[in-house]
Nanobody, 124 residues
Framework: QVRLAESGVVLVQAWGSLRLSCVAS????????MAWFRQAPGKEREFVAT????????YYGDSVKDRFFISRDNAENTLYLQMSSLKPEDTAVYYC?????????????????WGQGTKVTVSS
């Protein structure tokens, strides 16, 4: 099991930029494929981005492609999500998640460990 801790509440203006961090502790961070998901009020959890254990492979959800960038620093046990050109519809609670093995997935059900979430509000 790996424990995941994210940054706190964030408020940013539309078209601004933001970087989320997720710090892992417990088992070796580099053993896990990682992902970001988000959930807006009244909506289902949505896939945002995923990255393989060594960072060589990444995938993005259609709504964030070309605006968001996922990365990781295995030496610092940290996952990042660089967000740019933010829109009000990006407002949501953002979760980092970990799954064993190198195979990445867009399905929340395949991730065993989750952070507590970071609330991101994008104002127009």
């Amino acid at each position: 099991q790996v424990r995941l801790a994210e940054s706190g509440v964030v408020l940013v203006q539309a078209w601004g930029s933001l970087r989320l961090s997720c710090v892992a502790s417990g088992r070796s961070f580099s053993c896990y494929a990682m992902a970001w998901f988000r959930q807006a009020p009244g909506k289902e959890r949505e896939f945002v981005a995923t990255i393989s254990r060594a960072g060589a492979t990444t995938y993005y959800g259609d709504s964030v492609k070309d605006r968001f960038f996922i990365s990781r620093d295995n030496a610092e046990n940290t996952l990042y999500l660089q967000m740019s050109s933010l829109k009000p519809e990006d407002t949501a609670v953002y979760y980092c998640a970990a799954k064993g093995g190198d195979y990445t997935s867009q399905l929340p059900s395949e991730y065993a460990d989750w952070g507590q979430g970071t609330k991101v509000t994008v104002s127009s």
